[in-house]
């Protein structure tokens, strides 16, 4: 289902539009599990419980795996304060969370989206997140630039995002964030590499002075995006700025 690129402000209403669809194709032609093909769900209990939630040794402040256990990891006791305040990813990116991630953003699967923000849901219902939850104002998905937003019909993370507030009562706030240049896909890039290819790429709306954001993507890599998020969301005066992502690359472990 492939639709223009909304104007700004057309968002909930186009998703509104977009689960009404669903709700009543789903009652023509009942769905089928986009693992196994079982009919009656998008995702079948029996692939979901494959999922692999990320281990609780994972490093409080940026959400990576740490081999034992401590409240931080030694990357972010070296590296001195960072424009998150919390980041995590609800589980780790192998099968099948990776295949329905790369459906959801490649093969025009948008349908997915309500699905997996019960993966961020139940995340963010942690205990370890507690503090953090009951302070976030808006919550914000990383842009696409509006040229592959049109490419690709809709933005990944911002269907994430509104099925997450559906499901958790948070107010959505997709327009907080733009993305002012076009920048190379992150994939293949090393860290500094990345750094450098998304920094100056965000800009953050005054509306977002004084808010505790919650920034919302689909894979965790090196952080990179959401650190350059995070940066424009302070540059326009947010109070804090956490991320939420839906999985975090297996072989991201931190010493
Ligand atoms: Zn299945
Ligand atoms: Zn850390």
Redesign the pocket.
């Known amino acids: 289902m492939r639709v223009a690129s909304p104007p700004a402000g057309a968002t909930s209403l186009r998703s509104r539009v977009r689960t009404m669809l669903a709700a009543g194709v789903d009652l023509l032609f009942p769905p089928a599990c986009a693992t196994c093909g079982k009919g009656g769900n998008r995702i079948c209990p029996s692939c979901a419980q494959l999922v692999t939630p990320v281990p609780d040794t994972?490093?409080?402040?940026?959400?990576?795996v740490?081999a034992t256990r401590r409240a931080?990891?030694?990357?972010?006791?070296a590296?001195g304060p960072s424009p998150l305040h919390r980041?995590r990813a609800a589980a780790l990116h192998t099968t099948p969370l990776r295949e329905w991630i790369h459906l959801l953003k490649y093969e025009d699967r948008p349908d997915l989206a309500p699905d997996l923000a019960r993966y961020l849901a139940a995340a963010l219902a942690l205990p370890d997140w507690d503090g953090v939850r009951q302070s976030i104002d808006a919550v914000v998905p990383v842009p696409l630039h509006a040229q592959r937003r049109r490419e690709r019909g809709y933005n990944q993370s911002e269907l994430l995002a509104a099925a997450l507030c559906r499901r958790s009562g948070l107010a959505l706030a997709p327009d907080l964030l733009e993305r002012q240049k076009e920048t190379r896909a992150q994939v293949g890039l090393g860290a500094l590499e990345r750094q450098a290819n998304v920094a100056g790429a965000f800009a953050a709306r005054p509306a977002a002075a004084g808010r505790h954001v919650l920034l919302i993507d689909d894979v965790y890599t090196t952080g990179a995006t959401l650190r350059a998020c995070a940066q424009a969301l302070h540059e326009a005066g947010a109070t804090q700025v956490s991320a939420l992502t839906l999985a975090l690359p297996d072989h991201h472990e931190?010493a």
């Open positions: 994972i490093c409080m402040q940026c959400g990576r740490q931080t990891c030694p990357q972010c006791q590296a980041v931190a």
